[in-house]
């Protein structure tokens, strides 16, 4: 258990609507992520941190923000969510080893209608 | 092409079977490679690592030949309990920072 939760769990909304999904950790790890899986495709990056308030954007960050203003929360916000946004959205910790391992939260289902 | 290519499946094995999953990724400077295993549903968890020399964990049995950029796990005496996707993972620099590439995984039952 890597000490990670995510809030919330499932959330339904409309198109246009903002959204944010939090992501919590107990366990002081400098680098987290956000990252979307869709049917069909790996999990891809959407913004990772480093660090309190240094962030940086993934694969497929557009329609996506973050924010980090303490080291335990990782915050993710679709500003304007739109139906290709419907997703699941995983948070991740990196590990302390040396290799990038990474240890995910439970998941958000998302879905835009 | 993807970066991390397996097939899709699914492998519906009987249990106690013995079965082998493949992968090959596109980054010759990749760095490191993981299986990890995802039930329904859920969060995808670490499996193991994946080292140049091949490793073994239990049952699982990991291989990687940079050469051909091919990445292998051998699961043996399959218990239902193996069923899920099993995803393969890449480490890659993208700038100055390292990042994961994600199969899109390769289903698994195991059936009685």
């Known amino acids: 258990d890597a000490g990670i939760t995510q809030s919330p769990r499932h959330k339904v909304t409309e198109t246009g609507t903002p959204v944010t999904l939090r992501c919590h950790q107990t366990e002081n790890h400098r680098y987290m992520y956000w990252y979307r899986q869709d049917p069909g495709h790996g999990l891809r990056l959407i913004h990772y941190s480093y660090g309190v308030k240094d962030t940086d954007k993934g694969e497929v960050s557009d329609g996506y923000s973050v924010s980090r203003s303490k080291t335990e929360d990782f915050l993710l916000t679709l500003e304007s969510a739109t139906s290709s946004q419907t997703s699941v959205y995983f948070c991740?910790?990196?590990?302390?080893?040396?290799?990038?391992?990474?240890?995910f939260g439970p998941g958000t289902r998302l879905t835009v209608t | 092409r993807k970066e991390v290519e397996q097939d899709p499946g699914p492998f519906n094995v009987p249990e106690g079977a013995t079965v082998a999953f493949n992968c090959t990724y596109s980054n010759s400077a990749s760095q490191s490679f993981f299986w990890y295993r995802q039930d329904c549903r859920k969060e995808p968890k670490l499996l193991m690592s994946v080292y140049s020399s091949g490793n073994e964990d239990g049952r699982f049995t990991a291989q990687l030949n940079r050469a051909s950029q091919y990445i292998s796990l051998l699961i043996r005496d399959s218990k239902l309990s193996d069923s899920a996707t099993y995803l393969c993972?890449?480490?890659?620099?993208?700038?100055?920072?390292?990042?994961?590439?994600f199969g899109s995984g390769t289903q698994l039952t195991v059936l009685p």
């Open positions: 993972v890449v480490n890659n620099w993208v700038g100055s920072a390292r990042q994961l590439t």
């Open positions: 991740a910790i990196r590990g302390t080893g040396s290799r990038n391992e990474q240890y």
